[in-house]
């Protein structure tokens, strides 16, 4: 006897086991997070590290801070596409479960609105990760639009902007005097209007951080910007003690660069000796 398989219930199952199979946090479940429980997150740029974070965070960023952190660059100007997407893609093979968002890195998403969404697009295929970060407000208001009515998931980054050094001159806090705060808050605003699902504030005054938090309906994400936000984001290395200078809003949880050092000399040690490797470390042969 044939049986008829309906071709709208075979694709219902088959989407609905896809969905099943998703267990990523996703964009709009952090969208929906505004005024909630705290967003957790943090930056990593390894799949060892992302592997680590993945299991408390909600979302791990691939900072462009990496050409800081892990290429020794004095800034984030120089950071490349293609730096951005391996580390990314590095990153989601470490991680299952946070939301993975990669930041677009200066020069590949300024130009047009078309720049942003070709660069955007090939990170998100290239990577698989869940959204995208770009720095900027109300200039770039266009630009997130068009990417958002078009499938790409953009996190938006106001207050202090790193990849502007060169026009800011310094990597000081901001809105630390009231009469600085409307065009902060303009940004804030016009990120949110133009369809972000979150937004990072970065070394911002406390009160202006919470008027902004209060202001738009998108959660925000403080770095240096108090707990008046809805989530909280640090830089990995810089949290666990491994970077030799780091902002004041940082707190180390850690003090990993000596047990490194000391593991090192360690090693180094016995390798003059002759100590390493000993007897439990070599292959014998094969007993006939
Ligand atoms: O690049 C980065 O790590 C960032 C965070 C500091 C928010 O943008």
Not at 261 to 269: P, S
Request: with cysteine; aromatic share 6%; charged share 25%.
């Amino acid at each position: 006897m044939m049986t008829y398989c309906d071709p709208r219930s075979a694709y219902t199952s088959s989407i609905m086991s896809v969905q099943e199979q998703i267990k990523r946090i996703t964009a709009p479940d952090i969208r929906a997070r505004k005024g909630g429980e705290p967003i957790v997150s943090l930056t990593a740029y390894h799949a060892h590290t992302a592997r680590l974070v993945d299991k408390y965070c909600d979302a791990i960023l691939v900072g462009d801070s990496l050409g800081m952190v892990m290429h020794g660059l004095e800034t984030t100007v120089p950071v490349t596409l293609e730096m951005m997407i391996l580390q990314g893609h590095a990153v989601m093979r470490g991680s299952s479960r946070a939301l993975v968002v990669v930041d677009m890195p200066f020069g590949s998403y300024e130009a047009s609105k078309e720049q942003a969404f070709m660069n955007a697009a090939r990170v998100m295929k290239e990577t698989g990760c869940g959204a995208i970060k770009v720095e900027g407000g109300r200039r770039l208001a266009e630009t997130i639009a068009f990417l958002t009515e078009r499938g790409v998931p953009v996190m938006g980054h106001v207050g202090l902007t790193p990849q502007a050094i060169n026009t800011i001159g310094s990597f000081r806090a901001q809105g630390r005097e009231e009469k600085d705060w409307g065009p902060i808050e303009d940004d804030a605003k016009s990120v949110a209007d133009a369809g972000a699902f979150s937004l990072v504030i970065e070394a911002v005054a406390e009160p202006l951080a919470r008027r902004i938090t209060e202001q738009v309906p998108i959660p925000t994400i403080g770095i240096g910007a108090s707990a008046a936000c809805d989530g909280q984001i640090l830089v990995l290395e810089d949290m666990l003690g491994l970077s030799p200078r780091v902002p004041k809003f940082v707190r180390r949880y850690g003090d990993i660069g000596p047990g490194i050092e000391a593991a090192v000399q360690g090693y180094a040690d016995d390798v003059r000796k002759r100590a390493f490797p000993g007897p439990d470390e070599v292959y014998g042969m094969k007993k006939k």
